[in-house]
């Protein structure tokens, strides 16, 4: 049995790569909507270059044009010199899709792009829908389905954090290591599901030692993948920084000066913030959202109260807590108790500084027993910002935040990997307990779905439709 035969067999799926069609002829505009200098029109499909003909006039005709070069003319419809322009042409399967495709570089005026579109549509070509172009390029084997995801995360990057992340999965990042641990599970699966065949004649072709030492590595490189997504996403969608600590510490003027704008409103009355201020900023390729909060204490105020119950919260989901105090006005007990019941609310794997803010007035600092880095700085002065922003940094730079570390970014991977580790720990509790082969298949062939899910070996109509939907329409 091949393996593409196989793997249909231990999941249930038929590989749709393989069975969908693209018989139809597609466009759509790959720039952006509006008034700009040039707009490009994109056509794929296996009448690109008939329906091109239609409508270019140049010196070649389209269809006996050389892949990969370049063409001057004018696109005339019904008798009408719509614009001049370039046309691309991409042969099959040397494309972004693996079809023939045109793109069509025009003047970038909307009505000139609409007047286009309407005379492609006129003489054959259909709408794409949203992400249909990768889609496209996805059934024809030009990418795996993570490179897929990963062209809608470059196209949404707007950091050099997300930006490097969707380079490095669009790259192929971790879909080789993935394929790689597939590929010794299936080796594995396929000998236990020959022991199936030969049931009656107790054989057995699988080591069983050895595919335990083999499940245990795959475990091991799993378990990896599945703790970077928590550094992967905040990255990716940006580090939540709550700003929390006793009121008139200085919390919404240190807001203002790590943003360089005047973002919150700052009193001398106790209580002013009385809800979540959120806004980001990017510090050396990385985006951090921060958010002030209004000052814990307690309260009679029904609407302050509101607030601080609302800063719990920002605590419990941020990934970095600054602690802030005013170091005039607070005792020592009192950082200490606020530091305790922060950590409470923060967790021991949030990062949690302590910040002591109006230093400039201090004629010595004093000493804290704390284990938490502590920061003193004027937020009023900008005295230690430096400082703080390198702590920040610090702990993005560290570790799991190497350049050279395979992140996972994406829920649906996170969501597999972990069932694929849940049937795997299954496998091994079989191995210990010697449980007969069909079982094992069982937990291997859940395993081997999951694994082979992320790369869109295997995939359903209603996973395509929930990734490419987020798509734009000319991509």
């Known amino acids: 049995m091949n393996q593409m035969g196989f793997t249909a067999l231990l999941t249930g799926f038929v590989p749709l790569r393989k069975m969908q069609k693209t018989s139809n002829t597609i466009c759509a505009l790959a720039t952006g909507g509006g ?9 794929s499909g296996p009448e690109a270059f008939s329906i091109g003909d239609k409508l270019f006039r140049g010196k070649i005709r389209l269809q006996e044009a050389a892949g990969n070069t370049i063409h001057f003319g004018k696109i005339v419809h019904d008798s009408q010199w719509l ?36 005379a492609l549509y006129a003489v054959g070509a259909q709408p794409a829908s949203a992400g249909e172009f990768t889609l496209r390029a996805f059934l024809h084997g030009k990418i795996d389905l993570s490179q897929a995801e990963a062209v809608a995360d470059l196209i949404a990057s707007e950091n ?19 394929r790689g641990l597939r590929d010794e599970l299936l080796r594995f699966a396929a000998l236990i599901e020959l022991e199936l065949d030969f049931s009656t004649e107790d054989v057995e072709f699988a080591d069983r030692k050895l595919l335990e030492v083999i499940v245990k590595d795959v475990i091991g490189v799993l378990s990896q993948l599945r703790d970077s997504y928590a550094l992967g996403n905040v990255l990716k969608a ?39 201020i959120e806004d980001e900023m990017v510090l050396h390729g990385v985006r951090f959202r921060f958010i002030d909060t209004a000052g814990l204490r307690h309260t009679t105020d029904e609407v302050e109260k509101l607030g601080i119950e609302r800063s719990y919260d920002k605590i419990k989901q941020a990934e970095i807590v600054l602690y802030l105090f005013d170091v005039l006005h607070t005792s020592k007990e009192e950082v200490y108790h606020d530091l305790a019941e922060i950590r409470q609310l923060a967790g021991e794997q949030r990062l949690l500084i302590a910040v002591g803010n109006k230093a400039d007035l201090l004629t010595a600092k004093p000493v804290l ?50 069932r694929a ?32 899910g992320i790369v869109g070996e295997v995939y ?10 987020k798509f734009c329409i000319g991509k």
Request: proline letters at 4%.
């Open 35 to 43: 008034m700009s200098a040039i707009a490009v029109i994109r056509i």
């Open 421 to 452: 580790l849940i049937s795997l720990e299954h496998v091994i509790a079989g191995l210990h307990n010697q449980l007969p082969g069909d079982l094992l298949a069982m937990d291997l062939r859940a395993a081997l779905h999951d694994l082979s």
């Open 460 to 469: 359903s109509d209603d996973v395509l439709g929930a990734i490419f939907s």
């Open 369 to 418: 027993a704390i284990t938490e880095p502590l920061v003193w700085i004027s937020a009023k002065t900008n005295q230690g910002l430096k400082e703080l922003e390198d702590l920040l940094l610090q702990r993005i730079n560290s570790g799991k935040g190497q350049k050279d570390e395979h992140l996972v970014t994406n829920a649906r991977h996170f969501d597999a990997i972990n």
């Open 160 to 178: 050099q954090a997300s930006h490097q992340l969707a380079l490095r999965q669009l790259r192929g990042g971790y879909s080789e290591i993935i």
């Open 83 to 118: 614009d001049e322009v370039l046309v691309s042409v991409f042969r099959a399967p040397h494309s972004y899709t693996g079809e023939n495709t045109l793109e069509i570089s025009c003047h970038g005026s909307p009505y000139i792009q609409q007047q286009i579109l309407q």
């Open 238 to 276: 940006g580090i939540p920084v709550t700003i929390a600590g006793r009121p008139n510490a200085g919390k919404s003027t240190l807001l203002n000066a790590l943003l360089k704008e005047e973002r919150a409103i700052v009193t001398p009355v106790a209580g002013t913030t009385r809800d979540t």
